[in-house]
Each structure stands twice: as structure tokens, then as C-alpha cells.
């Protein structure tokens, strides 16, 4: 009995592991290729400094507000890097922003219209506040004891997060209208696989240098890479 | 039976329905009315860019974005009632006056014309923020209210006894990028949306759209906390100041004492005196820090001692590198005691009229001057004030005393009996309030008043039992006769 049991807890947690890992809507996996985005940046990193004066034992002593993070090669972190023009069926991937030692971390999340999970992993109050216009902007305290709460946002847009208790916490939020995304990671590289062949747009987006498109052409079964330079 | 209820449901329905139609306004009609008495602030076209914007401060609200601090709404936009309420009360504390002056019917085509400046944002009707049931203010309800605002943690902005201290204070800013203060919860009487118990609940559940203040309706412990929290934030303080108009000095015999904290003075009634930003020279101070003093006061053989206590988020002292200035307070008096109703001008006296000082700065302590205006002050040579203050969780409590009698000319003397001109004057150094940058008041009347002889409790006793007896002496001849 135990043992029928056992197995079938182990079936359901690993029904609810590949319902999570699922990659992005591979509607047509078949006929899908990957971009490999990489971005540059010519400048240098800007990192703001500021002094903490209080949560010391959570936020630490100084608290760094991170606009231009650049990696090894020039490299730009933090970039939404999407496919627009492409179409597909909704993530399964549950979005997750986490205030974690008063930060947003991810400091950069891209979802698609939906629901947004908000972690507060501090043990201290931190209040979400967005900015936004299409969507409804919400400021809402997030106590000690509230350590999920979850967010709908319906419209692709750009969101500004923002916490008023610790004014050095920054985070962005991408609603996009595609399933097709990828952030940066430190070396300035993004992957986006399963995107439609065909001829596509690439966009991307950091919270301070702006938005630059080009066009890519996708192949089934291929990998194209496309590189972007951001400017100051 | 069942008929008349049905008679008074249909009649209650009309009533409402003519109710919510009389407050339906004519935008246009409002349009008129917001010309002449809205756009000095906030604009032809509603930005909150009208000519006097910029000496506003907290800044005329921006109709264009549809974003309004108080509501009763669940959604983003209040209802129209919302908009009704505040243009009738204004916005304690901010330079909003109340417009009840307005018939109702302007007031009401000014909700209609507002709505005209975010016609997207009004476009879907207002959803109504539900509240739990009310809980009563209780012992237990206040006890369970007090534990929440530490578990919320409350005091990050508003500060561990409600006094607008908490240490995210310096931070905050409102969604334009302006600094914005934290409420006072003390101070009752200058919330935005009204100060009662549940307009209390009503901003914790909304929060304050376009400020840092959150929404708590989804984040206390259990539903009720919001009404705890509502009645422990009540029991803060008062829900009025009660200002005083003549201000009392009590006799005492003997010392009296310099801790601010001793039990003496918590005895003692605090008058309380409010107090404006100076606005006549410049530097000018459009957003005072310290609107309010509560003064008690006692006067001995040889001494006079005040005790002010005021609210003061920062506790700054002088700091000559930043050119920081120091928190002060100060009592100022004539020099010379004149018969007759005149004084010396308000504003710390004139050429002709010199004002006397009574001075306390923070790291400094206590000084006396003489001043014939504002930027004319002459400290005077060997001052016998003392000064003792505490500060603790935004508040300075002090003591400053002076010899009763006076020494020399240039010091008024303190007389009993005699109404005494003063007037007062506050600086919040941590604000950057030094010099003319400060928050003043009028001048005021204190009396010494002289101690009451005992007499008081032996003489009208005596006369009631004089007149019983001559009572009883009428009946009982009247009886004899009969």
C-alpha cells in the first residue's frame, strides 16, 4: 500500500517537474530554429552606490542599483531579447520575481501576459510598486508573513518595479506579446529556441540604452546568430 | 403590511436614484467654476501646472493621469463620490482648501469637468472596496492593532510611535519623482482623507495611489487586522488638536523641575498652539516641518519655566561641513512689557520694537537675545536661561527656564497676573529650516496666573451651612405660627 503510494507521489511530482520544465510554446517544434542573440555594450558599467540605513542584516550595508551591468567581452546583462513577429501558444514557465536581499531578483523578467509570482524571501516588508500605464499600476505592502503573492499583468508592456520602503530597489518587468524571449545573462547572450522559420524580427530592450530591432532569417533545425552594439 | 414595505423600498430607490442624479454634474457648467477657482493650482488644462504650482508644496494634483489619493475603490479611479468629498473638505495639512463654500450643485459639475481630464481612465466604473466587518475600539482591538503595525512593519515610514520618523523617511517619493512625507499618525486631524476610524481602515485597505503608502488589504495576517490597526492608529492621538486661545502658567512653590519627563509636567494640560510656515520674507517656507507646540508652563518666586514639546523627524544638530543647521525653538516676548495693546510686529519685532528671545538649540542649548526683525538678532551677554530637552521617536520634549525677575533693561519682566504677549517660532534643521525659513506663530497672551488661596475650600461650605441653618430657622418659625 505504501509502496503503491509511494509511486504514485513520485509519478505526480514528476508530472508537475515536466509540466514546469516544458520549454516555450513549441507550437510548431518541427518547423522552429534557435537565435542566438549576443549584446555589447562600447561603455562602461553603472553601478550606483548607496548606503544602507537599516534591514542592515538583510539589504547589508550598502546597496549597489545596477543600470549598466557589462561581463566579460563587453557583454550586456539584463537585455529582453524577443521575437515579435512570432507567434505561439502561451509559456508554461511560471514567472518569478523574488526580493531577495533587498533586491529584485531577477533584476530583469520577461513573461507573457498572465500571472506574475512575487517572492518576498527577506523576512522583512517590502511593498511592490509598478509603473506602468497599460496595465493597472499597483503598490502593494508585501509584510514579513506574506511570502508569495501573485500579480496579474494582461498587457505587453515595459514595467518599472519599484519598492518605496528600500528606494534603491529596481526591477523591470517585460509583458511581452510573444512566447519567443530571452534575458541576457552576463556575457551579453541570450537563446531563444523553437521560433518559426521564416523571417523574423529580433528586438531588444535595456531599461537605460533603449530598444534596437533587426531582422533574422530563421531556418528549421538551425541556429542563426544576430549581434547587437548599444550605445550611450 | 408586505404593500407598505414594498411602498418604502420603492420610495427609498427613487430617493437614491434623485440623490446619485443631483450629483451627476454638467461638465461643462463645471468648467466655469474650475476657471475661476481650480486652475490657479491646477492648470487650464488640469496638468497641476497652474501659475502658483511651484510655491505648492505637496504639488497640485495632475488630473491628466487619472491618479487620485483617496478613494473608496477597489479599481484605480475613485467614484464620484470620492472626488465630491474632497473638493467639499480639501486636503488637511496640503494648501487644498475645503470648497463647502461652493452650492453643491458647482461642486458637483466640478467631479463631472475633473473627469474630463482622464476621459481613459474613467471610461470603466469604479469598483467599491469592500471592508470586513467593522471592529469596534477596544483594549484587545488596539492591543491586537499595535502588534500588526510592528508585524507590517508600519514604523519603516511612519515610525515606531506613529510620528513620521521611520527610517525610510528621507527616501520616499511620490510617482512624479517628488519627496513626499510620511503621515503624522498622531496628528489625526491632518490625515488626507479624514480621520475617523473608518476612513482610517478605508486608506489602509486603497493604500494612497501616487505615494509610497501600499495597499493592505491582501497583506495583514487575518481580515479584521485592518479594523485593529484602524483603532490602534485612532488611539495614536486625538482626533482634534483643541487649540488653546489664552495660554496658563501654573503658580508652584518651590523648584520646579528641569527633566522634561518627570511627572510634573505629564500632570500638567498641554496647550496646544499651531503653528504656519513664515511666507512674508525670504527664504520662505512654503511646507513648514513643525505645524504644532504644546506648551505648560509654571512660574515659581524665582524662576519661570516653560515645557514645549513638538514633533521633529530628524533630531539634527548644527554641523558647520554640511552646513547643516540645528533643530531650535523659540519663545519671544516684547523686551519692554507696554501698557496697551500694542505690540512689537510679529515677525520677531522692527526697527522701533525690539522683541525679546527665549532661544534652545539643539547642541547648544539655552540663549537669550533681543531682535528688531528677523535677520537682526543680538544675542545678549550673560544669559541665565537653562534648557533641558529629551528626544525620543520624533519628538524633543524641553524645558527652558529663565529667573522670574529681570536683569538689566534689555529683558522683559515677568509679572503675574498680567496678560503676557509671546509668540513662537520652530526650525526643523533636518528639513533645512534656519533663519527666516522657519514655521512661527502670531502673537499669543499667557498669564501667570497667582496662586489660589485655600480660602477656596473653607468659604463656600461655610455659607451653605449658614444657609441651611437659616433655612431650617424659617421652617421651623413658619411651623410655630401654624
Redo the contacts between chains.
Keep these: 500500500m505504501r509502496r503503491a503510494l509511494g509511486a504514485v507521489m513520485a509519478a505526480a511530482l514528476l508530472a508537475s517537474v515536466a509540466l514546469v520544465v516544458q520549454r516555450p510554446g513549441p507550437v510548431n517544434a518541427q518547423g522552429g530554429g534557435t537565435v542566438e542573440v549576443t549584446v555589447t555594450y562600447n561603455g562602461a558599467p553603472v553601478i550606483e552606490k548607496l548606503k544602507v540605513?537599516?534591514d542592515t542584516e538583510k539589504c547589508g550595508t550598502e546597496a549597489a542599483i545596477e543600470k549598466v551591468v557589462v561581463g566579460g567581452n563587453k557583454g550586456l546583462a539584463n537585455v529582453v531579447a524577443s521575437v515579435p513577429t512570432a507567434k505561439g501558444a502561451p509559456r508554461m514557465v511560471k514567472a518569478t520575481v523574488d526580493q531577495h536581499g533587498c533586491k529584485f531578483v531577477p533584476h530583469v523578467t520577461a513573461m507573457m501576459p498572465g500571472e506574475l509570482e512575487l517572492k518576498n524571501s527577506d523576512d522583512?516588508?517590502h511593498?511592490?510598486?509598478t509603473?506602468s500605464t497599460a496595465n493597472?499600476?499597483?503598490?502593494?505592502?508585501?509584510?514579513?508573513?506574506?511570502k508569495v503573492?501573485m500579480e496579474k499583468f494582461e498587457k505587453p508592456e515595459i514595467i518599472k518595479l519599484t519598492c518605496?520602503?528600500?528606494?534603491w530597489m529596481l526591477g523591470w518587468l517585460a509583458v511581452l506579446p510573444t512566447p519567443f524571449f530571452a534575458v541576457t545573462d552576463a556575457g551579453g547572450a541570450a537563446k531563444i529556441e523553437n521560433v518559426p522559420a521564416g523571417k523574423q524580427t529580433v528586438e531588444v530592450w535595456h531599461e537605460t540604452l533603449g530598444k534596437q530591432t533587426k531582422e533574422v532569417d530563421v531556418k528549421a533545425g538551425q541556429t542563426v546568430k544576430v549581434s547587437f552594439e548599444m550605445k550611450k | 403590511m408586505r404593500a407598505l414595505g414594498a411602498v418604502i423600498v420603492a420610495v427609498s430607490i427613487v430617493a437614491s436614484v434623485g440623490r446619485a442624479g443631483a450629483q451627476a454634474g454638467d461638465a461643462q457648467a463645471g468648467k466655469a467654476a474650475y476657471e475661476k477657482k481650480c486652475a490657479l493650482c491646477h492648470g487650464d488644462k488640469g496638468d497641476g501646472k497652474g501659475p502658483a504650482a511651484d510655491l505648492v508644496d505637496p504639488r497640485p494634483r495632475d488630473f491628466t493621469t487619472g491618479i487620485y489619493k483617496i478613494r473608496t475603490a477597489a479599481?484605480?479611479t475613485p467614484t464620484d463620490r470620492d472626488l465630491f468629498d474632497v473638493i467639499t473638505r480639501g486636503m488637511p495639512g496640503t494648501f487644498m482648501p475645503p470648497w463647502d463654500v461652493l452650492p453643491e450643485r458647482d461642486r458637483g459639475n466640478l467631479v463631472a469637468y475633473l473627469k474630463t481630464f482622464a476621459p481613459d481612465k474613467f471610461k470603466e466604473a469604479p469598483k467599491k472596496q469592500e471592508l470586513p466587518k467593522e471592529v469596534a475600539a477596544s483594549p484587545e482591538s488596539i492591543k491586537r492593532g499595535k502588534e500588526m503595525y510592528e508585524?507590517?512593519?508600519c514604523n519603516?515610514?511612519h515610525g515606531a510611535e506613529g510620528r513620521a520618523d521611520g527610517?525610510?523617511r528621507a527616501?520616499?517619493?511620490d510617482?512624479w519623482g517628488f519627496p513626499i512625507r510620511p503621515a503624522n499618525l498622531t496628528k489625526r486631524w491632518n490625515f488626507r482623507g479624514g480621520g475617523g476610524r473608518a476612513e482610517i481602515a478605508m486608506r489602509l485597505a486603497t493604500?494612497v495611489?501616487g505615494t509610497?503608502?501600499?495597499?493592505?488589504v491582501?497583506?495583514?495576517?487575518k481580515p479584521d487586522d485592518i479594523w485593529h490597526l484602524a483603532n490602534y492608529i485612532a488611539s495614536l492621538g486625538p482626533e482634534a488638536p483643541n487649540y488653546a486661545t489664552l495660554l496658563s502658567a501654573q503658580a508652584v512653590k518651590g523648584n520646579i523641575p528641569d527633566d522634561p519627563d518627570a511627572e510634573f509636567w505629564k500632570r500638567q494640560v498641554p496647550q496646544n498652539i499651531p503653528l504656519a510656515g513664515q511666507v512674508t520674507i525670504d527664504p520662505r517656507n512654503f511646507n513648514p516641518s513643525i505645524d504644532m507646540v504644546a506648551l505648560r508652563a509654571a512660574w515659581s518666586d524665582t524662576e519661570v519655566a516653560f515645557h514645549v514639546t513638538w514633533d521633529d523627524p530628524t533630531q539634527s544638530a548644527a554641523d558647520a561641513a554640511k552646513k547643516a543647521p540645528p533643530d531650535a525653538v523659540s519663545l519671544q516676548f516684547p523686551q519692554k512689557i507696554a501698557e496697551g495693546a500694542e505690540r512689537p510686529y510679529f515677525l520677531m519685532g522692527n526697527e522701533a520694537d525690539a522683541v525679546y528671545l527665549l532661544r534652545w538649540e539643539n547642541g547648544k542649548g539655552a540663549t537669550e537675545a533681543t531682535a528688531n526683525g528677523p535677520t537682526k538678532i543680538a544675542p545678549l551677554a550673560g544669559s541665565e536661561a537653562t534648557g533641558k530637552a529629551v528626544y525620543a521617536n520624533g519628538q524633543y520634549r524641553l524645558v527652558l527656564k529663565r529667573p522670574l525677575a529681570s536683569k538689566g533693561p534689555d529683558r522683559p519682566r515677568f509679572q503675574p497676573a498680567v496678560f503676557l504677549p509671546v509668540a513662537f517660532q520652530a526650525w526643523d534643521g533636518g528639513a533645512g529650516e534656519t533663519g527666516t525659513k522657519m514655521s512661527l506663530t502670531s502673537w499669543y497672551y499667557l498669564r501667570l496666573e497667582e496662586p489660589q488661596s485655600n480660602r477656596r475650600f473653607v468659604v463656600p461650605p461655610v455659607v451653605a451651612v449658614l444657609t441651611l441653618a437659616a433655612m431650617l430657622l424659617v421652617v421651623r418659625v413658619a411651623n410655630r405660627r401654624a
Excluded at chain 1, 493597472?136 to 506574506?146: D, H, L, R
Excluded at chain 1, 518605496?164 to 528606494?167: F, G, L, Q
Excluded at chain 2, 509610497?212 to 493592505?216: L, N, V
Design positions: 540605513n537599516k522583512i516588508l511593498n511592490i510598486h509603473y493597472s499600476s499597483i503598490n502593494k505592502a508585501q509584510p514579513k508573513f506574506k503573492m518605496d520602503v528600500h528606494s | 479599481s484605480k508585524a507590517i512593519e519603516k515610514c527610517p525610510s527616501e520616499l517619493k510617482e493604500g495611489l509610497p503608502m501600499p495597499s493592505f491582501d497583506s495583514v495576517e
